[in-house]
């Protein structure tokens, strides 16, 4: 072997152990997973006697998840949908949006992102699985049915609690 094929295949050697280095897990949100949120979102719901329509939603914002339940208007159902895909895209609560508008950072309006509060992404180890979107009685108790759901999967909710 010559010097140049040797250094040739010490090159080469080189670049596929530095792809290893390079690689990243993703955490996904998996069915299971949406059906937990969409679960906690209903029970707080029906704790509060508050009808609502659920959405749950992957990072890109595409429904996984949902549940419309009775009594609930049929714009709901466009609306909930809205503030998970705003949630999961923006990767930050719908609340903050509604917010920053109000405070006249009019240019939200124009982005076509739903700017009602009620959505909320879904965050496991700090990084965003997905979102819950949320609609139905009145702007607080959506978001805090879409806050509950939300935490459902962090791992601090899953500790036990000591009384």
Partial sequence: MTK?????????????????????????????????????????????????VVAVVDPAGDLLAFQRMDGVRPASVDLAIGKARTAARLQRPTVEIEDSINRGR????????????????????????????????????????ANTAAAVLSPSSAAPQHN
């Fill in 106 to 145: 009019t240019a939200f309006v124009t982005t076509g992102v739903m700017a009602l509060r009620g959505g909320m992404p879904i965050r496991v180890n700090g990084e965003v699985v997905g979102a819950v979107g949320v609609a139905g009685l009145s702007k607080e108790t959506d978001t805090d049915i």
């Fill in 4 to 52: 140049i094929e040797v250094s040739i295949g010490i090159v080469a050697a080189l670049f596929c152990t530095s792809a290893h280095g390079q690689t990243v897990k993703v955490l996904r949100l998996d069915q299971a997973g949406a059906q937990r949120v969409l679960q906690a979102a209903e029970t707080t719901a029906q704790q509060r006697n508050a009808p609502s």
